[in-house]
């Protein structure tokens, strides 16, 4: 396992569970700003534990779309990616200042400008349909895996020639 995990940590249209609806095009300027370096991945919205890295964030028709690296070197990362591997993990929370949204009259909280700073892996996501996935691993990142694995650990000297064979020497 490398980590790697995909899911959408947004869905466009669809009121979460504290009633904030996002819109398409809401995450917009702060990615083209901040890009997925500039967005940190984290574990339950702690700031004390950043668990790996954002590949990359984009917006689809859907929603915010990610993919992601738990940093296996950090023990709470490998925690987590054993959780979501068995299914026990899979929640996406989105962590943000909201920069433009309108209330309606049913009380939901439309949201069409956010500056997003942090996205967390989470147990109990806010938007029940934010999700990550870590069995659809791309085929290029499974190759990369694969490559690691099967490459030698360290650089050896390489073997020496064998001596060249010696005819016997003729009888006379």
Same mark, same amino acid.
């Given at each position: 396992?490398? #980590?790697? &995990?995909? #899911?959408?940590?947004?869905? &466009?249209?669809? $009121?979460?569970?504290? +009633?904030?609806?996002?819109?398409?095009?809401? &995450?917009?300027?702060?990615?083209?700003?901040?890009?997925?370096?500039?967005?940190?991945?984290?574990?339950?919205?702690?700031? *004390?534990?950043?668990?790996?890295?954002?590949?990359?964030?984009?917006e689809?028709a859907?929603?915010?779309?990610?993919?992601?690296r738990?940093?296996?070197?950090?023990?709470?990362? +490998?925690?987590?990616?054993?959780?979501?591997?068995? #299914?026990?993990?899979?929640?996406?929370?989105?962590? &943000?200042?909201?920069?433009? *949204?309108?209330?309606?009259?049913?009380?939901?909280?439309?949201?069409?400008?956010?500056?997003?700073?942090?996205?967390?892996?989470?147990?109990?996501?806010?938007?029940?349909?934010?999700? *990550?996935? *870590? #069995?659809?691993?791309?085929?290029?990142?499974?190759?990369?895996?694969?490559?690691?694995?099967?490459?030698?650990?360290?650089?050896?000297?390489?073997?020496?020639?064998?001596?060249?064979?010696? +005819? $016997?020497?003729?009888?006379?």
């Amino acid at each position: 396992m490398d #980590g790697h &995990f995909t #899911g959408y940590a947004s869905l &466009f249209g669809v $009121p979460d569970l504290g +009633r904030d609806v996002v819109a398409r095009g809401a &995450f917009a300027e702060s990615l083209r700003r901040r890009g997925a370096g500039g967005v940190r991945l984290l574990w339950q919205h702690d700031p *004390a534990e950043p668990i790996g890295r954002w590949l990359s964030l984009d917006e689809d028709a859907r929603g915010l779309r990610v993919e992601g690296r738990l940093n296996l070197a950090v023990q709470r990362a +490998r925690e987590v990616d054993a959780l979501m591997r068995e #299914g026990g993990l899979d929640g996406l929370s989105i962590g &943000f200042r909201t920069v433009r *949204a309108s209330p309606d009259r049913a009380g939901y909280r439309h949201l069409q400008a956010v500056d997003l700073w942090e996205i967390s892996l989470v147990t109990f996501p806010l938007q029940p349909g934010a999700r *990550a996935d *870590a #069995g659809a691993v791309p085929l290029a990142a499974e190759i990369r895996s694969l490559a690691r694995r099967l490459a030698p650990r360290r650089r050896c000297a390489p073997l020496p020639r064998p001596a060249p064979k010696l +005819r $016997p020497a003729a009888r006379a």
